[in-house]
């Protein structure tokens, strides 16, 4: 109906298209998805092109016909997006449902693409850190718990620890350990506490708000079919600020290491960069 109001229904409209997830690509216009991400799990998609998925998508649609001109992860659409207005952005970050960010690296260092002069734009997929086992160091029983129950456990360990998706597992599985100990819920374990999902992430920035009185805590927590105290409210507000404090340390700590990274490249005592966020969890 919006195509045929504005009169472009027979127009050959260019697309940019923004996919967040790992993909190898081969060309402005070209991206083989590598794996899925962040709980998807569509069949057949695995190893195609993506935008050819999406132009054959559209034609069966017979709507309208596409120029797909280019396709983008989204922390590439989101420094390019800040970049427009603050030319000093340098590095894209997204915190929602996933973590990722990308920075732009000097050709020099791209092993890929001939040429060294110049800069490239590097998506990190900086989610996956971790899959070889570095960060088991901080990875808390919790975390392991939300990884074993997940759809492409051993994987995306970083983005577990950070990302919208996760957090409010992590506090449900942080509540159930506490409430076994007797610290909660006069220890008695509800079922439901035992569903998982059932403690999304928004309820997690809701209870950690500095605004937000123990009352309209506890009101949250029975809404989500807990019955607590004013003591149970207190402790379960501290798990959530904790949980998210932590959240945007590991998030930092991956910024700072970029930021390091981008400053040594060009041999600076000191840099000044912008940084471009976006994502639904940075919303909240």
């Not at 472009?8 to 996919?19: D, E, I, N, Q, V």
């Not at 939300?146 to 599985?173: A, H, P, W």
């Amino acid at each position: 109906d919006f195509l045929d109001y504005m009169g472009m229904k027979s127009a050959r409209l260019p697309l940019g298209f923004t996919f967040s997830f790992p993909c190898h690509q081969k060309s402005l216009d070209a991206g083989i998805l590598v794996n899925w991400t962040k709980g998807f799990k569509c069949t057949d998609c695995e190893g195609e092109d993506v935008v050819e998925l999406l132009r054959e998508g559209i034609k069966r649609k017979e709507e309208f016909d596409p120029d797909v001109v280019a396709v983008v992860n989204d922390t590439v659409g989101t420094m390019m997006t800040c970049a427009y207005e603050e030319p000093t952005c340098e590095v894209g970050l997204i915190a929602g449902t996933g973590s990722n960010a990308c920075y732009m690296e000097e050709m020099r260092n791209i092993e890929t693409v001939e040429g060294n002069e110049g800069r490239m734009c590097v998506n990190m997929e900086w989610g996956a850190f971790g899959d070889n086992g570095c960060p088991d160091d901080i990875r808390t029983q919790y975390d392991c718990a939300v990884d074993d129950n997940s759809l492409n456990e051993g994987k995306q360990r970083y983005e577990k620890m950070c990302s919208g998706m996760y957090l409010g597992e992590i506090v449900r599985n942080i509540l159930i350990d506490l409430t076994k100990r007797g610290f909660l819920f006069r220890g008695k374990i509800s079922g439901t506490l035992k569903t998982r999902g059932i403690f999304e992430t928004k309820f997690l920035s809701q209870i950690e708000s500095d605004r937000l009185a123990l009352l309209q805590v506890r009101a949250i927590l029975q809404q989500l079919g807990l019955d607590s105290t004013c003591d149970d409210s207190i402790i379960v507000k501290e798990v959530c600020s904790t949980v998210s404090l932590r959240a945007a340390q590991i998030c930092g700590a991956g910024m700072a290491g970029v930021v390091d990274k981008i400053r040594e490249n060009r041999g600076l005592d000191h840099l000044d960069v912008t940084v471009g966020v976006d994502g639904t969890l940075y919303k909240l």
